[in-house]
């Protein structure tokens, strides 16, 4: 079955510098890779997602890149803001959605 | 938010007795799923419906079932709660294969 690597599983900027998650996944039949967002004590929450058919993909501060080759999608964070702090995790799509172990992100002022 | 309810959203239970935690939805969709979130190993997948009565097992499925008599409903039962199922459970439901899942604000379970 799918299985989801991501990396680093903690992650410490400066307000204004950029962030970047990486994540790898074994299962070449996956097509979609979505990255959510959790703040402390919620529920996840869709950010961005990719399919397998693009590239890159950007939604303001926040883009997503995939090379199905190298089996690998980062998310991008630019301009980083206190509240971008949270645990994000990237996902792809086996049988079901499988989540890499997430990565949390702290953005100190 | 998405229509997704889950029931009973806290509860402590003792080891060896069974427990059922429910999960509603009222947006129709096929796909519903549970997960479980623990502390170092992110969201990991315990079982899936792609249609009533049509389920199947995920990463993490030894000490669980489940049951979807109805679109609306999956039931997530541990047969005989351990410790080691004190969790996080989040119901998630999508309406197609590889598609955005919405979460439902997850039941917080311990097992003592």
């Known amino acids: 079955g799918e299985n989801v690597e991501q990396h680093p599983s903690t992650l410490s900027v400066q307000e204004g510098d950029s962030a970047v998650i990486k994540c790898t996944y074994s299962?070449?039949?996956?097509?979609?890779f979505p990255w959510y967002k959790q703040e402390l004590g919620k529920r996840p929450q869709l950010i961005i997602d990719i399919r397998s058919n693009v590239g890159e993909k950007k939604d303001q501060r926040i883009a997503v890149t995939l090379n199905k080759t190298a089996k690998h999608f980062s998310l991008h964070i630019t301009e980083t803001q206190p509240e971008d702090s949270a645990v994000y995790f990237c996902?792809?799509?086996?049988?079901?959605?499988?989540f890499g172990k997430g990565t949390t992100l702290s953005v100190s002022s | 938010d998405a229509g997704i309810t889950q029931s009973p959203r806290h509860k402590v239970t003792e080891t060896g007795t069974p427990v059922t935690l429910r999960c509603h939805q009222t947006?129709?969709?096929?796909?519903m799923y549970w997960y479980r979130q623990d502390p170092g190993h992110g969201l990991r997948l315990i079982h899936y419906s792609y249609g009533v009565k049509d389920t199947d097992k995920g990463e993490v499925s030894d000490g669980y079932s489940v049951s979807r008599s109805k679109t609306e409903d999956f039931l997530l039962t541990l047969e005989s709660a351990t410790s080691s199922q004190t969790s996080v459970y989040f119901c998630?439901?999508?309406?197609?294969?590889?598609?955005?899942?919405?979460f439902g604000e997850g039941s917080w379970l311990t097992v003592v």
């Open positions: 998630a439901i999508s309406d197609a294969y590889e598609n955005t899942i919405y």
């Open positions: 299962d070449s039949a996956s097509n979609y």
């Open positions: 996902a792809a799509s086996g049988t079901a959605l499988i």
């Open positions: 947006e129709n969709h096929r796909y």
